[in-house]
């Protein structure tokens, strides 16, 4: 059921011991709204902790360093940032996936699973919303819950260069920063830390070009050999996902990384072309500009797939 | 002699048939502050041209393709984003040098070359001061004059993303979104536009890499031979400077860049070091964060020269 802000709000103050699941592969919106309502419920008296089905990167430590697992027994489970519960990752979804009672979300293609959905499909990022709801319940962001927010916004817009930006955002941004927020040192921390292993595998991404349709389509290829030779890690390929809708002429860029189960597959557009119908046809979801799916199939078959499902849209 | 806004506005108010000059190499600010002034005078009912040493790279036609050329004798010459009167370029340099009535600028190395210099160093772009302009002086912003400004402001905060970013040049952002400004398509062509000539280029560049004093210096180079096999324009090279201060651990990213008369050396820092200081012992000067200066020796000697001089600084 959707519910309003207000409705949220009246829910969070009235239960207790909160579990706030965040997404597989988290984000910096996933992490940095789950640790800043995390905060929140702390500060109304609440116990609270935050879980995610994968270790949360070490780029991401300054979001909870400070902030110890609480031992008590999980009453009401809430996730942030969560379109659909297969994106809890297996383990947490098997736990809690039909016992969701709260969601706060953005995602437009939301599958409705929670009990109660609080959902802003306008947000840049979730961290917009839960700003709102601190400012709704009337308690001062402090710094950490500050930089949380900040995180959040500034990782989900792609510091604010994505179309999902809006007014509001740049706005919320703004309070933000006079809270004291290391803008600049969080900035670099996100968006401009280039690890030595992360540029030779830059190299080897764009040596890995494939343009189709007329220069209109163009895909890079991860796969689980680049990165054992170069040595980057999961959380160093970050990023890249953005680069071939970069190219002059691209309206669709499309990044194939390579999984233990198959290929995780992103699209990213301009405004000529919708990712989430795409990836919808393909058996997944997202916004319009940046969604994705999943394929088992062997490379080649994958690719050829997904370029037959873009040439439908196109 | 410094000024302030409201003497800038009675100045402005005063007199008829403005030349405004931009810096060479122009860059979104200078373009695109100096077309918002540009535009506000002409709102006024009075004459006014941009000028710039340089040609104007086509992907900023859209700043001006509606504003034809008017013919008249300039008689106040103003310049906008030009720490100094070196930067005009040798042309308008000497041409107009020694004649700058009104200089607008946010350097906090200007020389206060111009008669009457409004300076705000605070400022994350000329465009927020052209902004504040146009407020004070009461003309509504029209939708080209404020993807001017949203122009010279996204690109000399990197998007935001840069530490001269404040909660005001946010703000101000918002207003410029409020009032229609194409920002994807604006994000798109200043952040986002990769022709294949560029991406060429960028894994010659990564090729380039060099690292000095214990991996806290990194530097990469842009040989006009590397621009002949990739045929890469001037303009493309736009951005590349940001990339070895990215690196982890590095403090200080130099880029050398190949001119008929030398190199271009670009330094970005970390706040662990002022580039500024840095450039003004090799001659130059800019910002804080990153400054520029030049060298007519041979690479290698250039490239240790600039090497002794961080060393001194860090």
Known sequence: MKIIRSEAIAFLKEHDNY?????????????????????????????????????????????????????????????????????????????????????????????????KLLLDANAGAVGEMIFEIYRDIGV???????????????????????????????????????????VEGINRLMFDLNSKARLALQVMILDSLRYDLNGRCASIFITKEMLERTGATDDEIEGFS???????????????????????ISVRTTSALNACEICRSLGGGGHPAAAGCRADSPLEAAYQQVIAAVKKFL
């Open 19 to 115: 579990l706030i699941l965040s997404h597989q592969y988290p984000d910096g919106d996933t992490l940095g709204s789950a640790f800043a309502l995390c905060r929140l419920l702390r500060r109304l008296g609440k116990k609270a902790n935050v879980e995610c089905n994968d270790p949360i990167p070490p780029r991401f430590s300054y979001l909870h360093a400070d902030l110890p697992k609480q031992s008590f027994e999980p009453e009401c489970v809430t996730a942030v940032d969560v379109a659909d519960t297969k994106l809890l990752g297996s383990r947490l979804n098997k736990l809690y996936g039909d016992k969701i009672q709260l969601c706060i979300d953005h995602h437009g293609s939301n599958l409705e699973y929670a009990e």
């Open 140 to 182: 001062p962001l402090d710094k950490p819950a500050a930089e949380a927010l900040y995180t959040a916004i500034a990782t989900d817009t792609g510091c604010f260069k994505y179309s999902n930006t809006t007014p509001k955002t740049l706005r919320i941004s703004a309070e933000l920063m006079e809270l004291g927020v290391n």
């Open 242 to 264: 953005s680069l071939p809708r970069t190219i002059e002429g691209v309206d669709c860029g499309i990044t194939f990384r390579e999984s233990d189960d198959g290929f995780k």
